[in-house]
């Protein structure tokens, strides 16, 4: 406990009001490593309850038009945008990300996402074909299954929980939505904009708490048919355990190990910058991070020196400080665990290049019980390391050069993660070719991380399973029924 400081207490939000519970859970803030909040540690009971407010519910907004839903989706989008440094100023001190990405993109987004639904809801069609030879018409139409499951994780948190409530209740669902204990507090302020942006009680209930009991109780819950999951793949494994006996449909959005490829006709005035991004954005912590980075022999030493060179100016500082590029990680054990595959690779003979051992964090007094890690880079690894096989979800990139196209694409394609690749080269042939091979559900070529939300998301092999996106989330949060007319 925080001693005599004042702290933020959260509460459930179910059929559209605010209750307490029994029990709470501490919640750290990630940069001071103090207990700053205190989330409700719900279980069963607070799910019945917000099982029931969700049935009710259902009826009426499954009713409504698409036009009527979509009209609130849209306000709920301005209001959010209306409190968008407020929001910004939450998530960062949350979950430990620089207050200037909460700004730019984690607020931005999530505003986004609702807008994005709003408007994409407008646009579905459905099949019809006839058979005249039976005088038949056949048309399918798709209708909402009833009360969705929402789990969502710690490093993107309204990001990632808004990119399920919205195509969710677009559709014509109420929800039930867990976010992560680690970071509540933006969901539990999204809930008091959603009675003004006319979000009928119990279309959106979220029910904080630990994963392994509300988490469950929630997915294990006969009345919630289908489950919508970003996170680990343990946890995805015991979530289709649970799910199995009702056969629910399930979306399963988890990590990855994801490689860069550099070809030695790439633009290093681009690729450099873009590299350090997309492997320390957010402290490493976003799913889509580059953690191998494979460089052509040739350019391999040049890439190497300007890849340090340009590590090192990120700046690791207190979030809220304007001038840092990454913050705090989330948590203590999580950092723990990101320092001990420093350690491991260096135990292999690997060369730690800078970062965590080799250079020095600075930090004011207050923070230094914080979460900090210098963005760190490895070379003289090995592909078989751990370091260069498991997801690790940190500040940390191993930097190995390569010879072939044919050989790089096999050594990309030899984890059991498929989520995200980056190629870099000039050659648009080459791009197409490679980016076809690689066994990855997102390739960015010349590029990192622009998303084009009316298109597929989701990964390949040990990364998940369903896609995400306009049409996709659309199908995913409906049924498809074939309806036969003999006329
Ligand atoms: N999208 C991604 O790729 C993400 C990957 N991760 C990976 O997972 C690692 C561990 O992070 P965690 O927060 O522990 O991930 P996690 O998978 O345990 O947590 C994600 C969400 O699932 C819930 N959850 C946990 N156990 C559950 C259960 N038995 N039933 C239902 N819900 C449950 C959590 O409370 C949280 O809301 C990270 O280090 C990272 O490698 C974490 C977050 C996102
Ligand atoms: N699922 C994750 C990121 C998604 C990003 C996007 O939809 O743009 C993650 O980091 O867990």
């Known amino acids: 406990m925080a001693g005599t400081k004042t702290l933020l207490i959260l509460e459930n939000f179910i059929g559209g009001k605010f209750l307490p519970c029994n029990s709470y859970i501490d919640s750290y ?26 049935r009710e519910a259902f009826p009426g907004w499954s009713a409504q038009s698409p036009q009527e839903r979509s009209q609130v989706l849209t306000r709920l989008a301005d209001l959010l945008e209306q409190s968008l440094e407020e929001f910004a100023q939450a998530e960062s001190k949350d979950q430990g990300k620089t207050v200037t990405l909460a700004r730019t993109m984690d607020i931005p987004r ?49 990001y990632l929980l808004t990119w399920k409530i919205a195509p969710a209740i677009a559709a014509g669902n109420t929800v039930i939505a867990k976010p992560s204990e680690l970071t509540s507090v933006t969901a539990w302020m999204l809930c008091k904009l959603l009675h003004k942006a006319g979000v009928p009680p119990g279309v959106v209930n979220i029910v904080f708490g630990m994963g392994p009991i509300v988490g469950e109780a929630l997915v294990s819950h006969p009345e919630v048919p289908l489950i919508s999951f970003t996170g680990s793949q343990p946890t995805a494994e015991r979530i289709t355990q649970l799910s199995a006996p009702y056969c629910k449909k399930l979306s399963l959005e988890l990590g990855g190990k994801n490689p860069a490829i550099i070809f030695e006709d790439a633009n290093l005035e681009e690729c450099i ?11 490493g912590e976003i799913c889509l991070c580059t953690s ?26 207190i979030p809220s400080d304007p001038s840092a590029s990454m913050g705090a990680l989330i948590s203590k054990a999580h950092l723990e665990k990101v320092r001990s595959y ?31 890690m210098l963005p760190t880079v490895i070379t003289d690894i090995k592909d078989e390391s751990c370091c260069m096989k498991e997801e690790i979800f940190g500040p940390l990139t191993c930097v190995v050069p390569f010879d072939s196209e044919e050989e790089v694409i096999k050594r990309a394609n030899s984890v059991k993660y498929g989520l995200a690749a980056t190629v870099w080269s000039s050659n648009v042939g080459r791009v197409h070719r490679v980016a076809k091979k690689l066994q990855s559900g997102l390739v ?21 399973i369903g896609r995400e996106g306009a049409k996709d989330s659309y199908d995913f949060f409906t049924e498809i029924k074939t309806i036969t007319v003999k006329h």
């Not at 910058?273 to 402290?283: E, K, L, Y």
């Not at 052509?296 to 340090?308: A, D, N, P, T, W």
Request: hydrophobic share 40%.
């Open 342 to 372: 420093v350690e491991k690779a260096r135990a292999e003979g690997a060369q730690i290049l800078c970062g965590e051992g080799v250079d020095k964090l600075s930090l004011p007094p207050r923070n230094q019980a914080g979460y900090f």
């Open 444 to 464: 960015w070529t010349n590029c990192w991380l622009i998303r084009e939300l009316n298109l597929p998301f989701g990964g390949m092999k040990s990364s998940g």
């Open 29 to 54: 803030d990630p940069s001071t490593g103090e207990v700053y909040c205190r989330v409700p540690n719900s279980g069963k009971a607070e799910i019945e309850a917000a099982v029931e407010a969700a």
């Open 273 to 283: 910058p873009a590299t350090v991004r997309s492997s320390f954005a957010s402290q």
């Open 292 to 317: 191998r980075i494979f460089v052509q022999k040739s350019i391999y030493s040049e890439f190497l020196k300007r890849f340090v060179e340009a590590t090192r100016k990120w700046k690791v500082g």
């Open 110 to 158: 999530s505003v986004q996402n609702f807008r994005f639904f709003a408007s994409s809801i407008l646009h579905h069609t459905s099949e019809c074909t006839q058979m005249d030879h039976a005088g038949c018409l056949h048309y399918t139409v798709r209708t909402p299954l009833g009360i969705a499951g929402l789990i969502s994780p710690w490093n993107l948190p309204l």
